[in-house]
């Protein structure tokens, strides 16, 4: 799904990754640690094809990235969804309006989707609030607002920053059992924590990695989940 090799970025004269290399496997579920400042959320960038790296190979879905086209890279990103820490939604828009416009975006005919976005809501249990405004909702809601977003083009791979680093416990919980179903149907996830209570609780659901991402360099750490 993806392989990195040697690969780096820096941002001006400041080295964030370095010599980066590691696979991740078609439907694997991984973890991303590592202290603040790390180079997480731009490796996760990387992989969202938001940045590109300044060295070394990156290749996803078997293709290095530094020889698409911007058509093609455009077409690459609609098979990767992506969970931020810090949820940007249309205000002016409902629950529903918001998770369909990435149809809307990519020249799909909404009402042709819309028992899948029927059954989206539901299944972020969110049919509720599916007429809701962004402002109306709660921490957890707009973090399974912005998961239902992510999926709804059904992507192959999911990259989530941090997306359980403003909710409580139950709501983490809540999320990463999302995640987890998604994993279960064949979905890659590239999940990015500070959380170790999160990652251990993970453990007899679905195997996982943790990835550790210390001095510009990505380790495994320890032994599968």
């Known amino acids: 799904m993806i392989s990195l090799n040697n690969t780096g970025f820096s941002y001006g004269s400041r080295a964030i990754l370095e010599n980066v290399t590691q696979e991740l496997a078609a439907g694997s579920f991984h973890f991303l640690t590592g202290p603040s400042g790390a180079g997480k959320t731009t490796l996760l960038k990387m992989c969202y094809l938001s940045l590109m790296p300044d060295s070394g190979s990156l290749r996803i879905f078997g293709q290095e990235v530094s020889e698409l086209s911007r058509e093609q890279i455009t077409q690459m990103r609609r098979r990767v969804g992506v969970v931020h820490q810090d949820c940007q939604f249309l205000n002016h828009l409902t629950v529903r309006q918001n998770i369909a416009l990435p149809l809307l975006v990519a020249g799909r005919n909404i009402e042709a989707n819309m028992e899948n976005l029927e059954d989206l809501l539901a299944w972020v249990d969110m049919a509720d609030r599916a007429d ?94």
């Open 132 to 225: 809701a405004l962004p402002e109306e909702l709660s921490g957890g809601e707009r973090q399974r607002l912005a998961l239902a977003r992510a999926v709804i083009m059904d992507p192959e791979m999911i990259v989530a920053d941090e997306p359980t680093g403003n909710v409580d416990w139950e709501m983490g919980q809540r999320l990463l059992t999302l995640l987890v179903e998604l994993n279960k149907m064949g979905k890659t996830i590239l999940l990015a924590t500070h959380d170790l209570n999160l990652i251990r609780s993970i453990k007899g659901r679905v195997p996982a990695s943790v990835l550790r991402l210390k001095d510009g360099n990505l380790s495994l750490a320890g032994a599968r989940l």
